[in-house]
Nanobody, 126 residues
Framework: VQLAESGGGSVQSGGSLRLTCVVS????????MAWFRQAPGEERAGVAS?????????ANSVKGRFTISQDNAKNTIMLFLQMNDLKPADTAMYYC???????????????????WGKGTLVTVAS
C-alpha cells in the first residue's frame, strides 16, 4: 500500500488549495481515510475523514471551509481535500492516512491509522 500527497503550497489568507492523495494497492473493506495536519511544535491532529460508506467528519476548526472527497479507479483511490478561506492557523504539514475495518463516523486517532503518506506542506500567509 502506498499513499502519496500533492497539492500543497503557499497562499495568502483567504485563498484556496486542493490536496490530493493517491492511494494504491489498498483493498481493505470498511475503511476510513483521513487527512491529518501537524504544525511545528504541535501534535498531529485529524482534519477530515471519509468512510467507505461515504460518511464524512470534520474538525470544528475547518467545518464549512474544507471538503473531503474521493474518486475510485481500478486499484487506486484518489482522496481529495478542498481547502477554502485558508487562514494562517491552517499552516501545517498535511498527511493522508488510511485505516481498515473501521466502523465509526469520526476522526480516527493518528495512532490508529495503518498507512501514511509522507505529507505535503501548506503555508498560509497573513
Amino acid at each position: 500500500v502506498q499513499l502519496a500527497e500533492s497539492g500543497g503550497g503557499s497562499v495568502q489568507s483567504g485563498g484556496s488549495l486542493r490536496l490530493t492523495c493517491v492511494v494504491s494497492g489498498y483493498t481493505t473493506h470498511n475503511y476510513r481515510m483521513a487527512w491529518f495536519r501537524q504544525a511545528p511544535g504541535e501534535e498531529r491532529a485529524g482534519v477530515a475523514s471519509l468512510g467507505s460508506d461515504g460518511t464524512t467528519t470534520y474538525a470544528n476548526s475547518v467545518k464549512g471551509r474544507f471538503t473531503i472527497s474521493q474518486d475510485n479507479a481500478k486499484n487506486t483511490i484518489m482522496l481529495f481535500l478542498q481547502m477554502n478561506d485558508l487562514k494562517p492557523a491552517d499552516t501545517a504539514m498535511y498527511y493522508c492516512a488510511t485505516v481498515g475495518e473501521y466502523y465509526r463516523n469520526d476522526l480516527p486517532h493518528p495512532d490508529g491509522m495503518d498507512y501514511w503518506g509522507k505529507g505535503t506542506l501548506v503555508t498560509v500567509a497573513s
